[in-house]
């Protein structure tokens, strides 16, 4: 089982294989995780274009949007044949299109559906089964309701659970809405470890500093992060030395655009356009004199049909280093 001590969070159009990579470069502990996957995607449609990724992002962990047994049995099997690290059920998207298919938070109303998906996955293939879910949906808000849920999946074998501490409204909130307007719950969730110490429990929503991760460490098994370490990528330069106790030096920011170069020139080569890369490094440089400066020639650029190497580097060139300390 991977270690779940701190993880970045599953987010749909944002952490793609060039996003994981970049990150990679910030933290060699963190659990990486893909964007959703349908089952019907990797069945029915281009598996590889779904599931490549580097070999550099390990660990990383696939997450899985389906309701079907049999459906999400074969895709945990393609998981493995991948090199996969684990397979995650999304039991927490909360958009109409996802509804619609039978998938993602609609399903805590169908735990014993879950369960028969957690027991197809673990008897097809060999890897690590997880489960993020939401704490409740719609009225379904008690911690009744949370551990019902949890001692079912518990029953068919599943350890391993990542909660985001905030229900799901499935009718009257957008997905954006989702991701704000229920209040947070932490509490529910540590209340949830401690009455399930077997249990592995992974906290998930709101978290925006190193400093509020390792508060929730002191309560549950392992902190995920999503909007904040996107948006502001520099705070993920601490945490293996922080969380995972690796003493190895921190790097820089220059350092860590020096040492993405080689990426981007290896995928302008293969025809991937430069955009796809430069738009997850955004706010590398945030807080720094010439943060913006980058920001802004990269988005003015980096899109143009012609855009090469010499984007990013000029983008560099904005920006004066300083150092991790003078952030904060």
Known sequence: MPDHRFCIAPMLDWT??????????????????????????????????????????????????????????????????????????NVGCPSDRVQSGRFGACLMADPDLVADCYRAMTSASDLPVTVKSRVGIDDRDSDAFLQQFLETLAKAGCRDFILHARIAVLQGLSPKENRDVPPLQYDRVYRMKQRYPELNIVINGGIRSLEASLEHLQQVDGVMMGREAYQNPFILAGVDQRVFGDQTGIPDRQQIANDFMPYVARQLAEGVPLQHMTRHILGLFKGCPGG?????????????????????????????????EEVE
């Open 16 to 89: 793609d294989r060039h996003e994981r990579y970049f990150l990679r470069l910030l933290t060699r502990h963190s659990l990486l995780y893909t964007e959703m996957v349908t089952t019907g995607a990797l069945l029915f449609g281009d598996k590889h274009r779904h599931l490549r990724y580097n070999v550099e992002e390990h660990p990383v962990a696939l997450q899985l949007g389906g309701s079907e047994p049999d459906a999400m049995a074969r895709s945990a099997v393609l998981a493995q044949e991948y090199g996969y690290d684990e397979v995650n059920i």
């Open 292 to 324: 913006r400066q980058f920001r802004r020639h990269l988005s003015e650029n980096a899109h143009r049909r012609d855009a090469d190497i010499t984007v990013l580097e000029d983008a560099i060139a904005h920006v004066s280093e300083v150092s991790l």
